[in-house]
């Protein structure tokens, strides 16, 4: 059963224009929803993240929307670049178990000069 | 180091033999998490550490796993007789706070890189 399921798979942008990555959860339980992004060879670092009493949370580029009633939660990046082409990961985890992150399998997103 | 170290960075074994994997977290971090990468796919929970605390090792896929963490700092993460599904990158992390506490940051190392032949 995957708790998490993301979309696209992979994703190619122009350089300037918006990367959307989609998330959605079935567990309600889930108060956590952090992004990671990975670059080759590297570890995920955590990009940006979000908790269900905000409907938005933007940090530069990077903006997290989400929808409670609907179960979603998604990843926009403005004004793209081709150093932000790696692959990002949406994640979810519950209250008292924030360590057990449950990952989506992952974007990967390619920017085009 | 300033970051967590993990090694060996690549690991090749031969089917049914042990594996050890390292990590060295950073300094002063309370918190420590293993997780595996799989080709295609999203990470996948095994265990955390927080301080003294009996680890959380519902992650674990079968008993041939098995992790420490000496003096609360250095882990290993032991595979017994491996097996070729195991092969996968392994991933340490740790975080300076318990898990779930507002503003705490994890960071994850570079990870192990394990093929089972």
């Known amino acids: 059963q995957q708790q998490v399921k993301q979309s696209p798979q992979s994703l190619i942008v122009q350089k300037g224009g918006i990367s959307i990555i989609n998330c959605a959860y079935e567990n309600t339980a889930f108060d956590y929803f952090p992004w990671y992004q990975q670059f080759p060879g590297k570890g995920p670092a955590l990009l940006i993240a979000i908790r269900p009493d905000v409907s938005e949370k933007k940090e530069g580029r990077f903006t997290i929307s989400f929808n409670k009633s609907a179960k979603q939660f998604s990843l926009h990046i403005m004004d793209s670049q081709p150093g932000d082409s790696a692959t990002y990961f949406c994640?979810?985890?519950?209250?008292?178990?924030?360590?057990?992150?449950?990952f989506g399998k992952g974007t990967l997103l390619t920017v085009n000069p | 180091g300033a970051g967590v170290s993990q090694s060996p960075s690549n690991k090749v074994t031969e089917k049914g033999k042990d594996v050890e994997l390292r990590c060295d977290p950073i300094?002063?971090?309370?918190?420590l998490y293993w997780y595996r990468q799989s080709l295609g796919q999203g990470l996948e929970f095994l265990i955390y550490?927080?301080?003294?605390?009996?680890?959380?090792k519902s992650g674990l896929p079968s008993d041939r796993f098995s992790a420490e963490r000496t003096g609360g700092s250095v882990s290993t993460l032991t595979i017994q007789r491996t097996q070729q599904e195991d092969s996968a990158v392994y991933l340490c992390?740790?975080?300076?706070?318990?898990?779930?506490?507002?503003?705490?940051?994890?960071?994850f190392g570079e990870g192990s890189w394990l093929t089972v032949v």
């Open positions: 994640a979810a985890s519950r209250a008292g178990s924030n360590y057990k992150l449950t």
């Open positions: 550490f927080q301080g003294n605390s009996a680890p959380d």
């Open positions: 300094s002063g971090h309370t918190a």
């Open positions: 992390a740790s975080s300076l706070l318990r898990a779930g506490t507002a503003g705490n940051t994890i960071y």
